[in-house]
C-alpha cells in the first residue's frame, strides 16, 4: 500500500510532516475495517439484442489502449491508476497515481 502520505493525499488528510503517528481519535475505529477494491480495465457500451448474441469466444473492444492505466475503485469510487501486473500466478495492480477524495 502506498505510504501515509499517500493516504493522507487520497482522503485530503492533513497534517503537516509524518511525525509520529497521531492517527486521528475519530478514524482509529475504520482502519480494520475491510473495503472492496476493483480494477477496471475498460468500459464498453453494446445494445441487449448484440450481447445476446455474444457466444463463447465472443470478444467486446473496451475503450482503452492496452498500455493505458486502469482505474483503481474502492467501495465504489475511484481512488486511483496503476498497471495491471502478475504476481506469481495472480493478477494484480501497480498503483501510479492516487485520486484526491474530498468530499
Given at each position: ?65 492496452i498500455d493505458d ?29 492516487f485520486a484526491r477524495?474530498?468530499?
Amino acid at each position: 500500500m502506498g505510504s501515509q502520505d499517500d493516504i493522507d493525499a487520497m482522503f485530503g488528510g492533513g497534517g503537516g510532516g509524518g511525525g509520529g503517528g497521531g492517527r486521528a481519535p475519530e478514524l482509529s475505529a475504520i482502519y480494520d475495517t475491510e473495503v472492496e477494491v476493483s480494477v477496471v480495465l475498460g468500459t464498453s457500451t453494446i445494445r441487449v439484442r448484440d450481447l445476446l448474441k455474444l457466444g463463447r469466444g465472443a470478444i467486446v473492444e473496451l475503450d482503452r489502449k492496452i498500455d493505458d492505466l486502469s482505474d483503481i475503485i474502492v467501495s465504489g469510487r475511484k481512488v486511483g491508476s496503476g498497471e495491471v501486473t502478475i504476481v506469481e500466478d495472480k493478477i494484480a495492480v501497480t498503483f501510479r497515481e492516487f485520486a484526491r477524495i474530498n468530499g
